[in-house]
């Protein structure tokens, strides 16, 4: 089986829950590693390493109890990750159009001269600047209680503490030019606090789009208004994605 072939089986059929979504993340990374001459550096590899690590954190602490706001943040992951695997399969089998966002990802994935961190920096731009705010509105439309709306909101700060503890596991491995200097120094740590609020100031920002959006909902061109909102913000999470990309340190 080829490697497109292989990435578009992972992803044939749509998760339900999360151990479907880390069970699929895991045969797209084995799908992806195949690819010559990167293999596990290659550019969909190296950031569903990343996203795997963190839905698995996400389970962990569903598991736990950690959240709140009942099936919230389970159902925001698999809607989350929908949106991603659906991008992977307009790309092996061509039936739909791949966003723009992902697509300067998947075009430069085996580009020798991309490191690690500037995949998993551009999926999760990709991610987090496109896709969140969506992700948002399908959650909401079955769990669109206003009452809710708050507790939501801290499950899903609480993330924010799941991504910044794994990609602090995971840095030397994307071979982040701050990881040179050593755990314990002092660039290290201000490497580690840049990610930390990146994370955090870019996932408020989605869910600030998303509750702007939600406003709309009953508007009689919602559909229209969404699918523009959509294009805009592909659009520029596209432009970010590209700066990523050929911007090597």
Known sequence: MGVNDALKAAVSEVPGDVPAVIRTLDAVKAAAVQVDPRGKEDGIASFTLLYHEITCGVLDAVTAGSFEAGTFII????????RYLAAIRALTDGVGRVPRCWEVLFDVRSDDSV?????????VNAHVNYDLAFALLTTWDS??????RDAQHRDYCRINDIFYAKMNTLRHEFHSPFSYFGDGSLANRLGNVFGDLLVRDTRDLAWDAAMAMWAHRN?????EYRAAEEERRDHLAALVGFGILHAHF
Do not use: I, N, Q
């Not at 490191?115 to 999926?123: D, I, K, R, S």
């Not at 769990?143 to 809710?148: D, N, T």
């Not at 508007?219 to 559909?223: L, P």
């Open 143 to 148: 769990h669109s209680s206003p009452a809710e």
């Open 219 to 223: 508007d009689s061109d919602w559909e």
């Open 115 to 123: 490191p690690t961190l500037e995949y998993a920096a551009a999926g």
């Open 75 to 82: 159902d925001l992951d698999v809607a989350f990750a929908c």
